[in-house]
């Protein structure tokens, strides 16, 4: 969707007049797998070659950039007739409407754009040296990540309020939302080229070490021994299997989501919090998680929280997502 949408913007940019055409060749089956084709024999090609120090090299510069843009349209949005009053309705927070799918899908996408869930972090983790401060740097990463996701909102949800679209149409809704902005924009084609370029790379980044996880994962855990050339092949044989089902289609891709981008990633984190708290142990925990934390009375209400009351609760949240799917009531 990023790729076509940066060709598009670039070649045609966004006007009234054809929006409708990028919407309709949005999900062309063809386009779709091609481009999810490129995308993943590109990324598996880095995973290959073994490249490590790009991510960061790469990160250094396109999140930032990517935070000014995001900035820039917050500002601009304001600006429109009827976006302030949007913003504030957006603001205020209806929550009798918040119903368990929505948490479900909220905790879903909280602990995908972390990294949690027994994924990213399992790669990203690796690299991180022994007498690191991880409480420090879980503070910041979860502020960084809740702080950009709040700054996206405030460009995007009113701007959806104010152009009467779709708010369930699931992960393509930036689509539909940006090329209406860009459109009313002055210099919308420059800017839009370059926002959705810095969010290409930043997804991309997230392609790679979600299919690292998986390289990682067959190579240190399969009985059969494969060599690095023939992991390769094999992720790629299945993915492209994916890809082909996804391109036919689409909208597969926001069910597909909820199971795996949320269901996954909370039974995922859940366990591994089981794990940590049940079978590491006390004191391993302490050393390895709490070792910038002195107070013990501080690491002992940490650990509480690992061992007991996080897993009951993201469990709760599981089953009754479960049960009112299933029933069809609406938690």
Do not use: H
């Amino acid at each position: 969707y990023i790729c076509y949408t940066i060709y598009f913007i670039s070649i045609n940019g966004f006007t009234d007049l054809n929006l409708s055409d990028y919407s309709s060749q949005l999900t062309e089956p063809s386009i779709v797998f091609t481009i999810s084709l490129f995308l993943l024999l590109t990324s598996l090609f880095i995973i290959y070659k073994g490249l490590k120090n790009g991510i960061e090299r790469i990160s250094k510069f396109f999140v930032p950039f990517f935070a000014v843009v995001i900035i820039y349209l917050v500002i601009y949005t304001t600006t429109l007739d009827g976006a302030t009053e949007k913003l504030f309705e957006f603001l205020n927070p209806q929550f009798s409407q918040i119903t368990s799918e929505t948490l479900f899908a909220a905790l879903g996408q909280a602990f995908f754009s972390l990294g949690l869930g027994g994924t990213f972090l399992v790669i990203y983790g690796s690299y991180i040296a022994d007498d690191e401060p991880l409480i420090k740097s879980a503070f910041l990463t979860a502020l960084g990540d809740t702080g950009s996701a709040l700054l996206a909102s405030l460009f995007i949800i009113p701007a959806i309020l104010l152009f009467s679209l779709d708010m369930s149409s699931g992960p393509t809704l930036i689509f539909s939302t940006l090329p209406k902005l860009f459109a009313t924009m002055p210099y919308g084609r420059i800017l839009g080229s370059f926002f959705l370029i810095a969010l290409f790379m930043v997804a991309y980044l997230s392609n790679i070490a979600a299919l690292e996880v998986i390289f990682g994962g067959i190579k240190d855990e399969a009985k059969i021994k494969l060599n690095r050339k023939q992991l390769i092949v094999l992720i790629g044989f299945l993915e492209i299997c994916l890809i082909s089902i996804t391109s036919l289609k689409p909208e597969l891709i926001g069910t597909l989501d909820l199971i795996f981008g949320s269901g996954m990633q909370v039974l995922g984190s859940c366990l591994a919090m089981i794990a940590v708290g049940w079978f590491i142990g006390r004191t391993a925990v302490y050393k390895q998680v709490f070792q910038d934390i002195q107070s013990n009375s501080i690491r002992e209400l940490f650990f509480i929280l690992i061992k007991y009351i996080i897993p009951i609760i993201l469990l709760l949240v599981l089953i009754v997502y479960i049960y009112t799917s299933i029933t069809g009531s609406n938690g």
